[in-house]
T-cell receptor, first 113, second 118 residues
Framework: AQTVTQSQPEMSVQEAETVTLSCTYD???????LFWYKQPPSRQMILVIR??????QNATENRFSVNFQKAAKSFSLKISDSQLGDTAMYFC??????????FGAGTILRVKS | GAGVSQTPSNKVTEKGKYVELRCDPI?????LYWYRQSLGQGPEFLIY????????DSGLPNDRFFAVRPEGSVSTLKIQRTERGDSAVYLC????????????????FGPGTRLTVL
């Protein structure tokens, strides 16, 4: 079975600084998709960024970027210029051939002013 | 609607009762998913619909759980003889298509229903 591991239960960062959230996964497949979702206290899961495994270029979305290391099965999220609104639970998720997402346990990110 | 909606927002019930949780997907989305999120954990897959049919129900924990999507739009998750261990947030998501790559299979989530079984 596929597994997703987020080794950092909690992280803190000062406003305007950069923070990196870690994620590793386990699969025997070559084609798959990786995602980072943000879940604020409102419970709404919001897609932050998506990466296709066949693409070598790391995905970026404004202040959010990933470091995708396929051989190491690592998929970290970098948040630049952190803002107070970035405070949330962040989930790494994996999807291969089927359609179900497999989520990690999450990392609570607190942005401090 | 603009996004996935779920009703009720919160549901409190007693052990042994029957509950129904409703999900309205984004208009035009053919695929619909249910996940369960226990406190302090990531969501876990329950079932996925393509149109009206359940394409993958491998995540349903037992036969007390059942879901339908009779017209290919709104879905209802039904839980019989609720147990305290069923207490969780039930999340619904939808995507324009299912599989095939590209961005059309990206899942968009609703705000969830928090179920509390006393």
């Amino acid at each position: 079975a596929q597994t997703v591991t987020q080794s950092q239960p909690e992280m803190s960062v000062q406003e305007a600084e950069t923070v990196t959230l870690s994620c590793t996964y386990d699969t025997s497949e070559n084609n798959y998709y990786l995602f980072w979702y943000k879940q604020p206290p409102s419970r709404q899961m919001i897609l932050v960024i998506r990466q296709e495994a066949y693409k070598q270029q790391n995905a970026t979305e404004n202040r959010f970027s990933v470091n995708f290391q396929k051989a190491a099965k690592s998929f970290s999220l970098k948040i630049s210029d952190s803002q107070l609104g970035d405070t949330a639970m962040y989930f790494c998720a994996f999807r291969e051939y089927g359609n179900k997402l497999v989520f990690g346990a999450g990392t609570i990110l607190r942005v401090k002013s | 609607g603009a996004g996935v909606s779920q009703t009720p927002s919160n549901k409190v019930t007693e052990k042994g009762k029957y509950v129904e949780l409703r999900c309205d997907p984004i208009s035009g989305h053919t695929a619909l998913y249910w996940y369960r999120q226990s406190l302090g954990q990531g969501p876990e897959f329950l079932i996925y619909f393509q149109g009206t049919g359940a394409a993958d129900d491998s995540g349903l924990p037992n036969d007390r759980f059942f879901a339908v999507r009779p017209e290919g739009s709104v879905s209802t998750l039904k839980i019989q003889r609720t147990e305290r261990g069923d207490s969780a947030v039930y999340l619904c998501a939808s995507s324009l298509t299912a599989g095939g790559g590209g961005n059309t299979d990206t899942q968009y989530f609703g705000p969830g229903t928090r179920l509390t079984v006393l």
